[in-house]
């Protein structure tokens, strides 16, 4: 993936790397609590960090200052140039899209959804409308996930959080939630968890079919780009994750979609470049 050359500044970043786990005013939620409920890579559902947010009492915790800005190192650029030219795809495709915030941290920080630390993987909290990332996340995904570590996996995951972030603009996560409360049981609820997910992972793809047109070619993806994409996708599908930690296969289950959806829904985002097609509530 090509950007190297691309806009540093625009990624809305706040650098905590260093600062150390962060308290809780009040105790908040317990880290080992949120790091269940976020097991499953690609952080929590944002329907379920409301919840916790609202239950424990995650908005009053003590919330940690980082430095804001474009990081100095090679990590840092990548999540401010990706972010930055993630923001612009958005801003032509969704009118008054407003930026995420992003942070950056290292083991553990505060947040508005409670404490989230590395075990949960990269996650989205509508509570404060922020992408936070623990870039120790890239080498889980190539060592424990099988994923690999080519740099569009990496931007693949980034979008795909920023593609919660205009869930939460265009109101379809505050839909799910309340589709979620009339469900007749967890199953059915689960099916609009999976839905959320595979939306995101098509908005991805539709970051990625105009990465380059935004840029002018400072932010493109190159020969094989998109298979690496591909292989990531199949790699956190719920289905592959049930199986590596050998249970068996419990679609009932899903929260974030088999390997086959959400590779499906990353290739059509990708294929069109227009968000209009990431209609994955049809079926639920």
């Given amino acids: 993936m090509r950007w190297q ?13 260093g600062l150390g786990g962060g308290a809780l005013a009040g105790g908040g939620i317990g880290v080992g609590v949120l790091a269940i409920i976020g097991y499953l890579v690609f952080g929590i559902d944002p329907a379920t960090t409301t919840q ?6 995650g908005v009053g915790a003590e919330q940690q200052q980082g430095q804001v800005g474009t990081p100095e190192d090679q990590a840092g650029r990548f999540v401010d140039v990706v972010g930055g030219n993630i923001n612009d795809v958005w801003t ?4 008054g899209y407003e930026p995420p915030k992003v942070v950056i941290y290292e083991q553990g920080t505060s947040t508005g959804c409670g404490f989230g630390q590395s075990a949960m993987g990269p996650f989205y ?4 409308r ?8 890239w080498q889980e995904m190539e060592t424990q996930l099988g994923a690999s570590g080519a740099d ?52 991805a793809g539709v970051w990625a079919r105009n990465a380059s047109a935004v840029s002018n070619g400072q932010v493109a993806l190159e020969p094989g780009d998109i298979e690496e994409g591909m292989k990531t996708a199949q790699a956190i599908g719920d289905d592959t994750l049930q199986r590596r930690g050998g249970g068996r296969v419990s679609p009932e289950s899903f929260t974030h979609g088999s390997a086959a ?24």
């Fill in 5 to 17: 050359g691309g806009r540093t500044g625009g990624g809305g970043i706040e650098d905590r790397r």
């Fill in 52 to 57: 916790l947010a609202s239950q424990f009492g």
């Fill in 92 to 95: 032509q495709k969704l009118n």
């Fill in 125 to 128: 909290c509508p509570t404060d």
């Fill in 130 to 137: 922020t992408v936070y990332l623990d870039l120790g996340f």
């Fill in 152 to 203: 569009f996996a990496r931007a693949y995951v980034i979008a795909h959080e920023f593609g919660h972030h205009v869930q939460t603009l265009t109101g379809t996560s505050a839909q799910v939630r309340q589709a979620q409360q009339r469900a007749q049981g967890e199953a059915e609820a689960n099916q609009y968890s999976v839905a959320l997910e595979l939306q995101a992972d098509c908005y």
């Fill in 261 to 284: 959806q959400r590779v499906e829904w990353l290739q059509r985002g990708y294929q069109s470049g227009d968000p209009a097609v990431c209609d994955t509530f049809s079926g639920a």
